[in-house]
């Protein structure tokens, strides 16, 4: 694991009252039912508005850059989605802050596309500071320790001169590079099983190290697709976010919410 000398600080204004995290939503044109959910938590959050809202990763399902923003006609179904959903985060950004970090999936989603969505750039992690007390962000796929193929991947790719590299190709090789990462994830998942239990976890002890480190007595994160809250011991804790798929049986879309009483899951669908 890469060592992190200082972990970034946020401190809510004291006028926050409540704020959601999400993660995981995979956003994607072949998952219009997804969309749909978010953008009703967008429109009518219930039980009422947050004063923020996190994003700890993998809000899209890939991002291949900021260009399929660009230019007048989007080139393909998945690009014009993408934009949509900029532009639905834009309208929402104008009456809550949203605030975003980077998953395994979105790690390219930069400036421009930042600026077009109205949404801060997070570090991870991050210490969020509400309410006198410290909660550690993170979108999580830095502690599986145990995927030593996937942290060799993370190291690679979260370089800049990778990063600069790919982003130097079309945007339509970006694509097709991002279909066979793709397919060949699902073909994974056929081989081993399309069960989260099956995927690498957080590691316990990387998870209690970050903690000491943030002074922080909880780490919410995402990426594990097992939503769950897990006693670290010392009382610290860490708090799984579920993932999004409101197309699935039973719909999973769910909104974590933090407010003087402590955390308090909503969930979005009935089913
Ligand atoms: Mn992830």
Known sequence: MTPIDRFAELNAPASW??????????????????????????????????????????????????????????LTDEHRFQRDCAAALQAH????PIYFLHGNRDFLFGPKALAASGMH?????????????????SHGDALCLEDTDYMRFREQVRQASWQNEFLAQPLAQRDAVARELRSQSEARKRRT??????????????????????????????HTHRPADHALGHGLGRTVLSDWDAG?????????????LGLHRLPLCAG
Do not use: C, K, M
């Open 17 to 74: 009252q409540a704020v959601d995290f999400i993660s995981d939503l995979h956003l994607q044109a072949s998952e219009p039912e997804t969309f749909e959910a978010f953008e009703r938590y967008l429109r009518e959050p219930s039980p009422g508005p947050a004063d923020a809202l996190f994003i700890l990763g993998d809000l899209f399902e890939v991002w291949v850059g900021d260009d399929v923003l660009d230019g007048p006609s989007p």
């Open 93 to 96: 950004s104008r009456r809550t």
């Open 121 to 137: 750039s997070l570090n991870d992690p991050t210490v969020l500071v509400f309410q006198e007390q410290r909660w550690l962000l």
């Open 193 to 222: 099983g399309n069960d989260p239990s099956l995927w690498a976890d957080v590691d316990a002890d990387a998870a209690r190290a970050w903690l000491g480190h943030a002074h922080a007595h909880a780490l919410i994160h995402g």
């Open 248 to 260: 699935a049986t039973p719909p999973r879309a769910e909104v974590l919410r933090l407010d003087s």
